[in-house]
């Protein structure tokens, strides 16, 4: 129940994977997401992770001329989505920029070419978003690459999930529970369903968050969560999707150091009498064995 990416482990025994999740919060914007990795590295976090598509073949044909108002001027939707994409040399400009920061970079392929794309750079991860879950040409030109996979089960299906599990399961592979609303009310969170993964699959778990605030992924910590994802952003404010659902660089900085803290408090499960108690006990207890 654990696998390496690069010198991380994923696993029980091992501490929680943190991943800042870019995404699309660059707004096309260079500058940006290298600020945005200065976040995640300066947190502590672990790796940093941004999205793939191939516009033309992963927008759905009756979404493409669909008019939309953007930074850019009102433009259709394929357009807007190839404002936002990365070029081939500014995708590996980024990857060597997190890289040196010893960051594991890495991006959630939308369809084939992406992920191809991916492959063929060598990225040591991938991420199957929660959208793309039930993509079965997707998931098997995954799983063949031979990478380490986390899969986001949002908008999912227990009998989804199985389908998704038996087509990924000979990669070195985790789950993410997430709930796949921007931002997402606390009591559709239903963060109980962790360890319910964990039982029914026996490989990490983790936890990808929509909501507004930290303290609920903490909870996912405490509850066994072995990765953790949120989105980030330099200001909430800013336009875009899911902004809204992002935590600011001061947000981010106390949840990463939050979560080191929950991990050490959890110990080991094996209840005993610490050093530290033993003077207490001296001076309170009137029978001691």
Known sequence: MEFQIGNNFVGLKHPVFIIAEI???????????????????????????????DPDTCVPEDQKNIMRDTPWGRITYLEYRKKIEFSPDEFDELEAYATAKK??????????????????????LLKVASACLTDDELLKVITASGRPVIASTGMSTIPEIDHAF???????????????????????????????????????????????G??????????????????????RTMWGSDQAASIEPHGFMKLVKDIRAVEKSLGDG?????????GAMKKLRKIIN
């Not at 931002?183 to 360890?195: F, G, H, S, W």
Request: charge should be neutral; hydrophobic fraction near 40%; proline fraction near 5%.
């Open 23 to 53: 995404g699309i919060n660059h707004n096309g914007s260079l500058e940006t997401a290298k600020n945005l990795i200065d976040v995640a590295s300066q947190s502590g976090a672990d790796a940093v992770k941004i999205q793939k598509r």
């Open 103 to 124: 960051l594991i970079f890495f991006a959630s392929p939308w369809d084939v070419p992406s992920a191809q794309f991916l492959i063929e750079r060598d990225c040591k």
């Open 166 to 212: 038996n087509i990924l399961k000979e990669s070195p592979l985790a789950f993410c529970h997430t709930t796949s609303t921007y931002p997402c009310a606390v009591d559709e969170l239903n963060l109980l369903v962790i360890p319910k993964l964990l039982e029914r699959y026996r490989i990490p778990i983790g936890y990808s968050g929509h909501e507004i």
């Open 214 to 235: 930290l303290t609920t992924t903490l909870a996912a910590v405490a509850l066994g969560a072995k990765i953790i994802e949120r989105h980030i952003t330099m200001d």
């Open 270 to 278: 094996v209840k005993k009498v610490y050093e530290s108690e033993i």
